[in-house]
């Protein structure tokens, strides 16, 4: 096919994401750091991924765990130092891995030298890299909210001024449409790519043209002129995977972000698969019945409308999410088969494959007490729902189905104290199944997830069907399974996905002697008619020299 002339190095990679307060502590302060990772680069190498998406590790107060940064040239002394940095870069690099800085433009930290200064008066110079407004009659310019509670507005008394901030008060936002603003952010960029990093990770990208007048937050008319302008600073001067988050996209926009010709990102990591469990209209919190039906819709939209025109990330998990296993499959007797058939669905579609620490162990939510809970998003919504009179066991309810921590409770290594993730105290409890669910039980050891994933990231780089097979989805209104074929010239591909608990009969037939079953997380079942409890297959017919 003519699009292998032009294939990217990270087309056919998977990428792997590490919280770093929570995957490997080396010093015993409880929080994990980048010595701690470079110690765990042998197992990333042996499931073999190609790149790191490193949550940030730059200078930070920690707000909201790093994503509020205060020197993005510098680490945070509790993750490390820039040597640390460099020598992570540069062992991953051994491994054939790239480290992808996150980087977080959308607001700085409040403590940030910019934000020092701008606060300091309105002739400032820095002043207008913020986002300032007066009060109307004495009150906040309009009634916008905070991702994280409160007014999206905060009033500095010595200056007489409101500052916006789409996050906490502690992260306030930057002016996109300052042009200097802009220069310094590529420069920043820029060192980043000297020191040999494999791209960036785009936090909020969406929102980063803000207008508060017209109460626009994300895609806001000068987005994707911003985005091409720093594209052609900075980027398009390497060789970078380049991949920017952004909520409120659709296939339209995701189009502009991953433009094959390079002029904004690789690729956009967005959100749309991943909302169907909460009230229309209401927030993440307010929860309601998963659809089936409508995921396979959404699914298959964004592969048909993506194909050779853009690129979509393809991820079940992150450190904002909970636990796929938990959330929508099964974290109790079928845990291991549910994981796997996720990660199949998953992974069997055009698009790079994220995998978040610990998935790949099939681990899953935790729930807490209130007082074990650590992030500033879950515990200023529990102060607010409770003061406006919800049920606490609602409100607990929400946060155990849906809080951010159940994805940032520390790595399970081992079945040791603190599941091996730090000798001293850990900054958030480790969720109490760790000595059932843990790397070490499962490394080397054939029917593992670990194992099963680390087969999965291995395909993709065989077959070059993984990579650019269209796909096509068969059964549309079939109620339990998810089922596609990915054709490539002469090569198809056949995923098979039962989503639910029931043994069931296959709805898909074909002539099973002239494919080769590639992957099953069912290897008793020898009846391919037949479906078990979350299974999933792959098969393969192969063309003349399609295959190796
Ligand atoms: O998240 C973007 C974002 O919009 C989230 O706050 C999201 O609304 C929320 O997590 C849903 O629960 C990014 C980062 O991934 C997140 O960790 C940061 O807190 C946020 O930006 C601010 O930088
Ligand atoms: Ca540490």
């Known amino acids: 096919m003519q699009k292998h002339l032009d294939k990217k190095w990270w087309q056919d990679r998977v990428v792997y994401q590490i919280y770093p307060r929570s995957f490997q502590d080396s ?54 130092s820039l040597d640390d940095m460099e020598c992570l870069i540069r062992e991953a690099k051994k491994r054939d891995i790239r480290i992808l800085v996150d980087l977080v433009l959308n607001h700085s930290s409040d403590e940030h030298p910019w934000f020092v200064e701008a606060k300091k008066s309105k002739e400032n110079p820095y002043h207008d890299y913020y986002v300032w407004r007066d009060g109307v ?94 594209s052609r600073e900075t980027f398009q001067k390497g060789d970078l995977l380049t991949v920017g988050e952004a909520w409120g996209a659709n296939t339209d926009l995701a189009k502009l972000y991953s433009n094959p010709d390079g002029s904004e990102f690789s690729m956009v990591f967005q959100f749309e698969h991943i909302g169907l469990d909460q009230q229309e209209g209401k927030e993440k919190w307010d929860l309601a019945p998963f659809s089936f039906l409508k995921l396979k819709e959404i699914m298959n939209k964004w592969q048909k409308e993506l194909y050779d025109c853009g690129w979509n ?35 069997g579609m055009q698009g790079t494959p994220y995998i978040y620490q610990g998935e790949e162990l099939g681990m899953t939510n935790a729930e807490y007490e209130i007082s074990e809970y650590r992030d500033i998003e879950t515990l200023n919504m529990y102060k607010e729902r409770i003061a ?68 999965l990231v291995r395909l993709r780089r065989q077959y070059e069907v ?30 098979i996905c039962n989503f639910f608990g029931n043994k069931i009969s296959n709805p898909v037939k074909k002539d099973w002697g002239e494919y080769h079953l590639l992957l099953t997380n069912d290897r008793e079942n020898g009846d391919a008619d037949v479906l078990t409890p979350y299974e999933a297959r792959i098969y393969i017919r192969c063309g003349i020299d399609t295959c190796h």
């Open 388 to 455: 406006a009179g919800y049920p606490v066991e609602e409100v607990l309810h929400s946060i155990h189905v849906k809080g951010r921590d159940n994805a940032r409770t520390p790595m399970q290594w081992d079945d040791s104290e603190h599941a091996g993730f730090t000798t001293g105290t850990p900054w958030i409890k480790v969720n109490p199944n760790y000595p059932e669910i843990n790397a070490a039980a499962q490394v080397g050891k054939e029917e593992s997830v670990f194992t099963y994933y680390k087969t």
């Open 137 to 230: 009659a004495g009150e906040a310019p309009n009634d916008m909210k905070a991702c994280f509670g409160g007014s999206a507005w905060e009033w500095v008394p010595e200056l007489g001024q409101y500052y916006f901030h789409q996050f906490s008060v502690k992260q306030p936002d930057l002016n996109w449409d300052n042009p200097k603003v802009r220069q310094e952010i590529y420069e920043m960029i820029y060192w980043w790519m000297e020191k040999g990093v494999g791209g960036f990770r785009m936090d909020v990208i969406d929102q980063i043209a803000k207008v508060p007048e017209l109460k626009i937050t994300n895609n806001g008319p000068r987005l994707h002129e911003f985005l091409q302008e720093m």
């Open 27 to 80: 010093n015993g302060d409880g929080i994990g750091d980048i010595q701690g990772i470079i110690r765990r680069l042998d197992y990333l190498e042996e499931l073999g991924i190609g790149a790191i998406w490193l949550s940030p590790v730059c200078r930070s107060p920690q707000d909201d765990c790093g994503y509020d940064i205060s020197d993005y040239q510098d680490i945070d002394p509790m993750f490390g």
């Open 313 to 347: 990330s393809l991820f079940w998990n992150n450190h904002d999410l909970p636990r796929i296993v938990s959330r929508w499959g099964n974290e109790k007797e079928y845990r291991e088969k549910c994981a796997k058939m996720m990660a199949t669905l998953l992974h």
């Open 466 to 495: 993984f990579v650019d097979g269209k796909f096509e989805m068969l059964f549309p209104e079939h109620p339990e399974v998810m089922a596609y074929t990915r054709i490539n010239g002469n090569t198809e591909m056949v995923v």
